[in-house]
């Protein structure tokens, strides 16, 4: 691969040929735009392009994204989004991470508001609803984002509206690419609601339309909702997905929805494409569908918990591990992701709190998220590495 | 007010007016058929308001997806416009609160047609929070009032419930300190007028005689709805500052905004001031009025408030790199390099740059640099909001989730509708009230018209004025 002459890295092949047009144009749509996260080049004599002021191999990628200059060397790889390391590095990889997340203490420990009170007054009784995703074991197959659409009856989306960045899943899947270009290295990350105990989406609402439980669960109340969209702004992890059209037929008017095809779409015998009542068989029973203009978001399948606990409760017996378990976490064919109650310490989601490698993404801006990531580690010869 | 007046101030009132001529001047573009400019402004501007109404219907009925919004940017022009609106509309009430506090005597030429558009600004910009709403018809949940569902209150932690405070208290003190301005000049329209328009009239000035009593409880009015105003000033702007400055979005999340929004409301306000006196005073033949000496007083006030504004640019700068956060350091650095930078470069240049061309006496008297000045601004602090707004949503905390936001045309519609819907109301008010305050500027005749004050005043006046002290 080459580099142009403003330094751009190009991702493209170069010797492609163009054989055939057909006259239209397609949009391309995609979910996510930005993929990589510390990708360094290297010039044509293979040699990797050193940063200038501090000698370290440049990461290219901090100026595709910009449209003027060089790029912020460490805007991207700063983040603490993902972590990652070689198996080799693996007490440096434990180590960095204890670091950064003592530093992360450190600053949310200066507040008139400390979380652990609030955390010993409110969340140690009863159940703390807890989740924990291995990045190791995530193979980034997406079968967690489709069982959680075929659960929280959550609308698919067209191409047109994928392509305005209209998606509604409520858990993704994040790809991060780094490392050399020409042998990239990726980490896959499950990203849904994470049900911060000190949730900035929570006291934004003018309507109290979203709260939190006593079991820390960030709730929706979409009857309450006005869709003002201040919560999805105020989210760090942007999972918060509002309705922008009626996607499900469940609104007041009829004027957007959707219909099966166009031909159907005036005559007395179309019907919109969820008002047909073998499609509606697909919706969970147990999901409430939402209307336009309402905000929604991963709910931890609050359905499942309050089943579960019900279960418990009817065979008057404490609740086990294996009362709840979430549309996702059944999916998962690598079992990446663990669900639990993480005030009781014989939980799997308890045990694997534990971990050294365990980080919460972006703990320093003191939100309390109640998912807690493992570092990714790779095992890899340093030979392929090149 | 006193009748001590420094040598150096220029007389406000040109052209030796008496009274009858005041009244005459400033009534009768009220009982005159409209000119030619007025029905085509008219027109433009009600055309306007029609496409307000026209996407108005349309997001309602389509829904908020009818705008190009998105799961990473969810407001845009929507809020862009309610701060823009709402900041202009803060000139109005300085001009009349502070100013009136200060004893500034040059606010009398401006302050009717100032409170005017605040009124209109504000109306303007209360339009945006209801309709960005997902779901307008249960807007009515924002307000707490009795109800069966536990009851259910407000979030009273919410910074958007507090606009709702702020925004129905400005806009209901800014409607009664204008009306009480206009009781005593509504009762001289009607003693001009005959019949059903003498009634209308009548009505509207609640059967102001001119008594003395009337005149004594107008002016404790006045000063008591200008107590209430002041903290309005600053309270207003800071607190829809607040929409972004208790979030946690790196860019938002700024102890800077409140005197920075505040100063830049003030900024943007004078400016359209300026756009509207510019023009009414050429129409409506108001130079003795509103003179180059008001429009020099409102240039500096320009002039500071943009310098204000353009430290806290800076400010922020500086501190996002102290601050030695990457989240915050990024976000700054995206404003200025990332793929928004125009609306960065247009920010910079019309809010910071252009306004120090005010430092020189004579583009302060221009009215031609005036004007484009005005209007420089006004798309300055429209783009300072977006970029406040959209750029920062664009791009924060998870790269993954980054986006990029161009409006549709309901939203672009619902802009310019706006400004109809502004112009619309203007335009009405230039026709049916006296667009300078008639009793203000009689206030001030004998204290600021050229024929008793500066190098022209008659000689006998002023000795004859000076000796009833002696």
């Not at chain 1, 990628?61 to 983040?79: C, F, N, P, S, V």
């Not at chain 2, 009793?439 to 009833?468: F, P």
Request: hydrophobic share 40%; proline share 4%.
């Amino acid at each position: 691969m080459s580099i142009d002459k403003d330094g751009n890295t190009q991702y493209y092949a170069e010797d492609a040929k163009i054989i055939g047009k057909t006259d239209r144009d397609e949009h391309f749509a995609c979910v996510q735009y930005h993929h990589t996260m510390g990708v360094t080049a290297r010039d044509e004599n293979g040699k990797v392009i050193a940063d200038e002021s501090t000698g370290k191999p440049l990461n290219v990628d901090e100026k595709t994204i910009m449209t003027i200059g060089a790029g912020m060397q460490g805007g991207l790889t700063k983040r603490s989004i993902i972590y990652q390391g070689n198996l080799k590095d693996i007490e440096e990889l434990a180590h960095h991470i204890e670091e950064k997340r003592t530093e992360a203490e450190e600053l949310n420990q200066q507040t008139i508001y400390p979380y652990e009170q609030y955390k010993k007054d409110f969340y140690s009784q009863g159940h703390h609803w807890n989740m924990h995703v291995d990045l190791n074991a995530c193979t980034g197959c997406g079968a967690c984002q489709v069982a959680c659409i075929a659960e929280n009856n959550v609308p698919v989306m067209d191409k047109k509206e994928v392509h305005r960045h209209h998606e509604m899943s409520w858990l993704r899947i994040d790809r991060y690419v780094f490392r050399d270009y020409e042998n990239p290295n990726v980490v896959y990350q499950p990203m849904m609601c994470q049900h911060c105990d000190n949730a900035p989406c929570e006291n934004v609402c003018p309507v109290a339309a979203t709260n939190h439980s006593s079991e820390g669960l960030n709730q929706m109340t979409y009857n309450r909702c006005i869709g003002t969209r201040y919560c999805a702004n105020n989210c760090p992890y942007k999972v918060r997905r509002f309705n922008w059209l009626d996607y499900n037929t469940a609104d007041l008017f009829s004027i957007n929805e959707n219909y099966m095809d166009d031909e159907h779409m005036y005559t007395s015998d179309g019907l919109p494409f969820y008002a047909d009542n073998l499609t509606r068989m697909v919706l969970n029973p147990d999901v409430t569908v939402r209307s336009r203009g309402v905000i929604e978001k991963c709910s931890f399948c609050v359905q499942r918990i309050q089943e579960g606990k019900l279960t418990a409760k009817r065979e008057s017996r404490a609740l086990r591990d294996s009362d709840v378990k979430t549309a996702c976490q059944t999916a998962c064919p690598t079992g990446a992701i663990v669900f639990g109650d993480g005030n009781n310490k014989n939980s799997e989601v308890a045990k694997r709190l534990g971990n050294p490698l365990n980080y919460v993404v972006l703990e320093e801006i003191n939100v309390r998220s109640s998912v807690t990531y493992a570092a990714r580690v790779v095992n890899r010869d340093e030979a392929f590495e090149a | 007010m006193s009748a001590a007046v420094s040598p150096i101030r220029e007389p406000l009132i040109q052209g030796s007016k008496t009274y009858h001529q005041i009244t005459e001047d400033i009534c009768s573009p009220t009982e005159r058929t409209p000119s030619m400019a007025w029905i085509i402004a008219f027109i433009v501007a009600s055309s306007g308001l029609a496409l307000y109404v026209f996407c108005l219907i349309w997001t309602i009925w389509v829904g908020i997806g009818s705008w190009n919004l998105n799961r990473t940017i969810g407001w845009g022009w929507d809020i862009t416009n309610f701060v823009w609106w709402i900041g202009i509309g803060h000139a109005g009430t300085l001009i009349s609160a502070i100013l009136l506090l200060f004893r500034q005597r040059w606010r009398t030429g401006v302050n009717r047609a100032a409170e005017a558009m605040t009124i209109f600004a504000v109306m303007c910009a209360g339009q945006f929070p209801l309709i960005h709403m997902g779901r307008l018809w249960l807007g009515f949940f924002i307000f707490p009032y009795p109800n069966t569902r536990g009851p259910l209150w407000v979030n009273f932690n919410s910074p958007l419930l507090w606009d709702v405070f702020a925004i129905s208290t400005y806009f209901t003190v800014s409607l009664l300190f204008w009306y009480t301005g206009l009781v005593p000049d509504l009762a001289t329209v009607r003693d001009r007028a005959k019949g059903l328009r003498r009634k209308i009239y009548n009505f509207l000035s609640f059967g102001w005689t001119g008594a003395a009593k009337h005149w004594q409880r107008f002016e404790s009015l006045s000063l008591v709805l200008a107590g209430l105003s002041t903290p309005l000033v600053l309270s207003v702007h800071t607190i829809v500052s607040f929409d972004f400055a208790t979030s946690v979005i790196p860019g938002w999340h700024t102890t800077i905004f409140p005197p920075y929004f505040v100063a830049g409301a003030i900024f943007s306000g004078f400016a359209m001031v300026q756009t509207l006196m510019v023009m009414t005073r050429k129409v409506l033949n108001l130079e003795q009025y509103v003179t180059l000496e008001h429009i020099e007083s409102m240039n500096k006030v320009i002039l500071l408030t943009g310098t204000i504004v353009g430290v806290a640019y800076l400010t922020e700068l500086f501190v996002a790199w102290y601050s030695g956060y990457i989240y915050e350091q990024f976000a700054f650095y995206n404003r200025v390099m990332g793929p928004y930078w125009w609306a960065y470069v247009g920010m910079m240049s019309c809010n910071l740059l252009s306004p120090q061309i005010f430092w020189f006496k004579k583009i302060r008297r221009s009215v031609f640099w005036t004007f484009v000045m005005s209007i420089f601004v006004n798309i300055g602090m429209w783009f300072e909001r977006f970029v406040i707004i959209a750029t920062t949503l664009a791009r924060d905390y998870l790269p993954s989730s980054w986006s990029y936001y161009v409006p549709s045309w309901v939203e672009i519609g619902l802009f310019v509708g706006t400004l109809g819907l502004f112009f619309t109301l203007y335009l009405i008010f230039s026709r049916v009230a006296p667009v300078v305050a008639v009793a203000e500027i009689k206030q001030i005749l004998k204290v600021a018209g050229d024929q008793y004050t500066g190098t022209n005043a008659h000689k006998a006046h002023h000795a004859k004025g000076a000796g009833v002290h002696h």
